[in-house]
């Protein structure tokens, strides 16, 4: 009774309740048909929110005002950079990853760049950036589907009984970015800026340095997704992150982590992506139409929202 | 007496239907809203290559491409309030609304100006619009299906952008043609946006739970999505009606070398841009027949002519149509009733 006390105290597991549900929910609906497939495709599309969700969180932390809306846009070049450089070959795989991780990383640090030596807030200096990448890609893509090699395809879309590979990394990957946020000086950094930056500063943190360092890895993880899920959709375009936008911000809060910054956690960023997919299962199952679907997501993620910060502040 | 002259100079204008006005001194702006995806890049390739040829042989003096980048409404406006003021002769436009520039486009009816839209639509009266028949073509996607499985089955649609006047003429058409033949059942239908990874990603949600699907009518660019989705969740390949893209046909191509596979492919052609541009060009001559709502065909494939055109389609690209004069001056003639 105490440990559930104790579980239930935990502010990620409401994201986790909300996910069991929306399944149940749509197993009864269909009278325990295809429960089985629903987890599995779950999970082969909440991975890509994970990674840019874990991005986008360590840039929420560091406190009000900070937010990576390039996010999108970087998605969508490093897609097809990722895809051109490895331009259908098996053996450029590796190379055409690396590539979409440096262009990422060069789109953080750019950002930083702007937010630091010309002060502009995040929001803006992020969101304006995510409008000259776009136009970069636009003309470096020229628009077309540009298809990845089929081994990168066919790695991105194993499973092994059941269980996307993709996923299982993700999962080794999320444990080390707690591992990061929870048990070293550079988690421990964020947070204690997203607390208070001043404290933070007075203490010793190299704060410029932290936030150098976090946007450059929000740019590396959205670089990263993009070639994934260039892989995964079998085609690099620019619209291809353009569901990241609303959706890496919406799993850091339905996961429990602070908006105000100086609070996170990454199991959370697990449940709200698996939540908000399976939230899709529902509803596509259900068979509503379009518009009710958006009204009853928004209505839902709001619900949930509630319900995860219903807890008594610590402070 | 003079009545009847210019009586007479109507009706032989009428007669003739061409060149009575000279166009070679004027002007047409094209105003486009978006150029981020294949489509939008093959709509501005065809016309540029059309208007070059027009603009080279003298036909217009030019034929300009102004495109904004995001979408967006007011900046569409204020887009189209500029090509106004440089005095422009004609405006052919793909408008980001159907009905919030309706202001501009008054403005510019107001200062003489021909306007002609064309897949993104104005409600404006004063404005031409160019519209493929998209209820027909979500009808034939129906027939063509009865002729692939004719024992019939269950169905899943694939809708695209909700509100917007082509999903509805597409959805009313394959519900017409579900209605002719009670054979096939809709059991399905999610919402793919004309974007692949969308239509993957709602495909690959509500498999799951659906019973055997022996077909998957759609709306174009959304096919081949569907066909990762039924891959990645292990279930048997349904027929997939195609919308033109490259990435579709070479599917349909793979497939067919394997098994013989078999399916149907339709979409608006993005050349139709450079239909809208010969419409404005027919007007600017002096034409004044010419409906204000004009109806054209919409670009397919069968299993015998696909494989022909794969090539001439970029990769990653979608199939399009160049227009000629000639052809809208086919195309208004079938209008005028």
Wanted: hydrophobic share 50%; with cysteine.
């Amino acid at each position: 009774m105490a440990s559930l006390r104790l579980l239930l105290a935990k502010p990620w597991i409401w994201s986790f309740i909300g996910a069991a549900l929306v399944w149940l929910a749509t197993v009864t609906f269909t009278g325990g048909y295809g429960g089985g497939g629903m987890i599995t495709a779950a999970l082969s599309l909440a991975v890509f929110t994970v990674i840019v969700g874990v991005g986008q969180m360590f840039v929420i932390t560091l406190g009000p005002g900070n937010v990576d809306l390039s996010l999108p846009a970087n998605i969508g070049l490093a897609s097809a950079v990722a895809m051109k450089v490895m331009d259908g070959n098996d053996q450029m795989i590796a190379v055409g990853l690396l590539a979409a991780l440096a262009c990422g990383m060069a789109i953080g640090a750019a950002n930083y760049l702007l937010i630091w030596a010309l002060r502009i807030p995040p929001i803006i200096a992020t969101l304006s950036a995510s409008f000259i990448i776009q136009s970069i890609d636009i003309s470096y893509g020229r628009g077309l589907q540009i298809k990845p090699p089929p081994g990168f395809a066919d790695f991105a879309n194993r499973q092994i009984l059941g269980i996307p590979v993709l996923a299982i990394l993700t999962v080794l990957f999320t444990i080390g970015a707690a591992i990061a946020l929870q048990r070293m000086i550079y988690g421990r950094s964020v947070l204690a800026i997203g607390q208070n930056i001043r404290a933070a500063w007075l203490a010793g943190v190299n704060v410029g340095r932290i936030r150098f360092l976090t946007y450059t890895l929000s740019g590396a993880l959205g670089g990263l997704d993009g070639a994934l899920l260039a892989g995964y959709f079998r085609g690099a375009n620019v619209d291809i992150g353009n569901e990241y936008l609303l959706a890496s911000i919406a799993v850091v809060v339905i996961g429990g982590t602070s908006v105000a910054g100086g609070k996170a956690n990454v199991p959370g960023v697990w449940g709200a992506a698996l939540f908000l997919v399976l939230l899709l299962t529902m509803l596509n199952t259900f068979g509503v139409s379009a518009g009710v679907r958006l009204l009853l997501t928004g209505l839902i993620i709001v619900g949930v929202i509630t319900a995860a910060g219903g807890q008594k502040a610590l402070r | 007496m003079k009545k009847l002259l210019v009586l007479s100079a109507l009706a032989a204008m009428l007669a003739s239907g061409t060149a009575l006005a000279d166009t070679s001194d004027k002007k047409i702006a094209f105003s486009n809203n978006y150029a981020g995806n294949s489509w939008r890049q093959a709509m501005l390739d065809s016309y540029a290559i059309v208007t070059k040829k027009a603009v080279a042989d003298g036909v217009v003096a030019a034929a300009d491409i102004f495109t904004t980048a995001d979408k967006e409404v007011p900046t569409q406006a204020a887009q189209v309030q500029n090509l106004i003021l440089q005095g422009y002769d004609a405006i052919v436009i793909n408008a980001a609304s159907p009905d919030a520039l309706n202001g501009a486009i008054k403005q510019a009816c107001d200062a003489g100006i021909v306007v002609v839209s064309f897949d993104g639509i104005v409600t404006e009266p004063c404005a031409y619009r160019v519209v493929v028949d998209f209820k027909d073509m979500g009808k034939q996607e129906v027939e063509q299906m009865a002729k692939f499985q004719p024992k019939g089955g269950n169905l899943l649609e694939i809708r695209g952008l909700a509100g917007t006047s082509i999903d509805d003429a597409i959805h009313a058409g394959i519900l017409e043609g579900v209605a002719a033949h009670p054979e096939f059942k809709i059991v399905g239908s999610v919402t793919g946006d004309w974007d692949q990874t969308t239509a993957q990603k709602a495909v690959a949600t509500i498999l799951p739970s659906l019973p055997e699907i022996v077909g998957v009518v759609d709306q174009g660019g959304d096919g081949y999505g569907a066909a990762q989705a039924f891959a990645a969740a292990g279930k048997p390949r349904p027929t997939i009606i195609m919308g033109n893209r490259q990435d579709e046909l070479q599917w349909w191509k793979e497939q067919k070398e394997k098994d013989g596979y078999q399916t149907w492919s339709a979409s608006i052609a993005p050349g139709v841009s450079s239909l809208a541009f010969w419409v404005a060009q027919q007007v600017l001559d002096g034409r004044t027949d010419i409906p204000h709502d004009l109806l054209v065909p919409y670009l397919a494939f069968t299993q015998d002519d696909f494989e022909a055109a794969l090539p001439k389609i970029p990769k990653g690209g979608v199939a399009s149509h160049e227009y000629t004069q000639e052809d809208a001056i086919a195309a208004i003639k079938a209008n005028i009733k």
